[in-house]
């Protein structure tokens, strides 16, 4: 069986701050790793994801995250916050098996001014 | 190109009642996936279509239950509404098995 956990439901930073929502995994194959973002009212919109190939995934608007598998980790990370990076993002994993992601609860990213 | 649809937007419905959520893929999209998305507890996978065939299910009552169209978009039937099924249900597409799943923005269930 594959899990989430997301570290924090809530992560506030300030404007220009270093951004960093912690995801770690359970899985009993390689995992395949997923970072999404939904936007109030809106649905999810892949930010990045990690196949097996490198370990430092980049994805859109400035995000990049770092498979390590001796810490089951897959945090996401950007180096200045901007105040439309607010939204909730969302840590998935899937296994070669189903590929069906299992999502974990979310962190809220608060940006302040 | 049209991203994946879902309606109605909003849907109000009272304990006990039938509740239907339709959605449309993405062109060439076979597969449709929904999940429930409840206050606090993320997304819930609830079922999975490709093909027309129901080819798997998460952990919820029969009382959810759903089917694919030839044109591959699907309807999500909840009967005998109950107030904790309140929540965003969202569809998502995908090309094939193992591919992204492109996400729809969701349909906000109400049950007073």
Not at chain 2, 37 to 50: E, S, V
Request: with cysteine; aromatic share 12%.
């Amino acid at each position: 069986a594959q899990s989430v956990t997301q570290l924090g439901s809530h992560v506030s930073v300030s404007e220009g701050a270093l951004v960093l929502l912690r995801c770690n995994y359970s899985s009993s194959v390689p995992p395949y790793l997923f970072w999404y973002v939904q936007y109030p009212n809106q649905g999810l919109q892949l930010l990045l994801k990690y196949t097996s190939a490198a370990t430092l995934v980049k994805g859109i608007n400035g995000f990049e995250a770092e498979f390590k598998k001796s810490e089951t980790s897959f945090h996401l990370t950007k180096p200045s916050a901007h105040m439309s990076d607010a939204a909730e993002y969302f840590c998935a994993v899937s296994d070669g098996g189903s590929y069906i992601p299992t999502f974990g609860r979310g962190t809220s990213l608060i940006v302040h001014p | 190109e049209a991203g994946v649809t879902q309606s109605p937007t909003h849907l109000i419905k009272t304990r006990g009642q039938q509740a239907t959520l339709r959605c449309s893929p993405i062109s060439g999209h076979t597969s449709v996936y929904w999940y429930q998305q409840a206050l606090g507890l993320g997304l819930q996978f609830l079922l999975w279509y490709d093909e027309g065939e129901e080819r798997n299910r998460g952990n919820f009552p029969p009382r959810f239950s759903g089917r694919q169209f030839p044109n591959y978009s699907s309807e999500l039937n909840v009967n005998a509404l109950e107030l904790e099924d309140s929540a965003l249900y969202l569809c998502a597409s995908s090309s094939q098995q193992g591919t992204d799943l492109f996400f729809g923005p969701g349909t906000r269930l109400t049950v007073l």
